[in-house]
């Protein structure tokens, strides 16, 4: 069907269900959605690509004031009805600029990486393991969780705190299985007032759209009941912090089989030559993807091995790759079939991260380099002499350590081009010094009276 009369029946689809408005929908940096508001009558100009704007108002948007604006192309495949507005129609959108693909748009990164996969017969799936917090504001101007029972060492998977959550969360399970997102799970996680959401995979891109508006979703729900949704990493210093794992596999595009999967692996975790391949590439330039897919200086207050009342915090800490063990910043979960990212988290920019991840795995799978053995032990019990005898290197510790890594990988600029990483590169590099000049109450209260 040609693509006019596909948006002209969407048009009318729309309008037949009450749809008044339209968000197409881009992002910033920071993966946050973005847009003007089109009323429904100018759905073809729209889809067009009408609606301006300048990157310039925007996070990592590399444009200059006096530069041409840019345009949302909306993907008509991703019309989303918000289930908590129903006048209202969301669309990812690609940005162009003077009638052709705006390079640095993120959407766009990500599908220049999945067109190279593609040239070599592989569909990328993903799966994003969606972990946030719902909390609501407090008398002191601080926050506590919806749920009013004395806190738990060990609050993951405790029904009592599910349930007391229970009148948002079911609203939003319910509105993402109206967008057909097909919830499988959900569940109180390890941290105070934390949720984790699974929701069946999808291709690369639709993951990524699924994310982002999930965000917003997940946000909007909550403030109808009176609660904020965060994806601040970790909100509190002694609780496990949010991730975002990357659960990624190959298919052959022409029969859709998983190509990652073999019931014939000698290593014992029945993933095939290619999906080693894949890994040993993500390897290569884990700590530059680090610095993308944990973007914030509280990421790596999560990235670490003890901080949890609980015990472990469940993070990854080292650039290594094993069986089902969660120790691993690369892990195999059973039976096989795909790769698990661990150290991504709920503020990364999906359309981003996942190009850096698949970029690197591609660029593994091309040289078919290997990753060596898995790690089946405990990572986290490891000496800094055992991890050097093994060859095992930390995740940067810091913003600051990622930032470099990313810095002096050209893998960034592959991915993103030039101009996308440059203004990332500005960017962070103010957020990481205007945290290291802060001076925190932490500081105060240790030194102000010490001398």
């Avoid at 990624?248 to 000698?266: L, Q, Y």
């Avoid at 091995?305 to 195999?332: E, K």
Wanted: net charge neutral; glycine share 8%; hydrophobic share 40%.
């Amino acid at each position: 069907m040609a693509k006019k009369a596909v948006t002209d029946d969407l048009a009318a689809t729309l309008t037949r269900r009450g749809v008044r408005f339209l968000i197409p929908s881009y992002v910033d940096m920071h993966g946050v959605s973005k847009s003007k508001m089109v009323p429904i009558d100018h759905f073809a100009d729209m889809m067009a690509g009408s609606e301006l704007c300048t990157g310039a108002a925007l996070d990592g948007v590399p444009q200059e004031i006096h530069d041409e604006e840019i345009s949302a192309h909306p993907d008509p495949s991703s019309c989303a009805v918000l289930p908590w507005r129903r006048d209202t129609a969301w669309f990812a959108s690609d940005l162009w600029c003077e009638g052709r693909p705006f390079e640095p748009c993120s959407r766009n990164i990500l599908k220049r990486v999945l067109a190279r996969a593609d040239a070599i017969g592989f569909k990328v799936n993903v799966g994003i393991e969606a972990e946030f917090f719902v909390l609501r504001d407090s008398a002191d101007g601080g926050y506590v969780p919806v749920s009013t029972r004395k806190h738990l060492e060990k609050p993951a998977y405790d029904v009592r705190r599910l349930i007391d959550n229970l009148d948002w969360i079911g609203e939003l399970v319910a509105a993402m299985n109206e967008l057909g997102w097909d919830v499988f799970s959900f569940d109180h996680e390890d941290g105070i007032g934390q949720f984790e959401i699974d929701f069946t995979y999808a291709d690369a891109l639709r993951m990524a759209d699924r994310y982002v508006l999930f965000r917003l979703l997940a946000g909007e729900i909550a403030r109808k009941h009176g609660h904020f949704a965060t994806f601040m990493p970790k909100p509190y210093p002694d609780r496990a912090g949010s991730g975002a794992h990357y659960n990624i596999s190959f298919a052959d595009k022409r029969t859709g089989k998983n190509v990652f999967a073999s019931e014939r692996d000698p290593r014992g975790c029945k993933l095939s030559s290619i999906g080693y391949q894949f890994i040993a590439g993500v390897l290569r330039h884990m700590p530059a993807i680090n610095a993308v897919i944990a973007p914030t200086v509280n990421s790596y207050k999560r990235l670490i091995i003890r901080g949890s009342m609980s015990g472990f915090t469940w993070a990854p800490v080292y650039v290594c790759y094993g069986n089902n063990n969660r120790t691993n910043t690369v892990r195999i979960p059973l039976p096989g079939k795909r790769v698990e990212i661990r150290s991504a988290d709920s503020a990364c920019n999906p359309y981003l991260g996942l190009a850096m991840a698949i970029a690197a795995g591609l660029e593994g799978v091309e040289q078919r380099l290997d990753p060596g053995d898995p790690h089946t032990e405990n990572m986290y019990l490891k000496s800094d002499a055992e991890l050097e005898a093994l060859g095992v290197k930390r995740l940067p510790r810091s913003l600051g350590d990622a930032i470099d890594a990313f810095a002096g990988d050209a893998l960034g600029a592959s991915v993103m081009g030039e101009k996308m990483r440059e203004a990332w590169l500005a960017y962070k590099r103010e957020e990481w010094q205007s945290y290291v000049n802060h001076v925190s109450d932490w500081e105060k209260s240790r030194y102000l009276k010490m001398f």
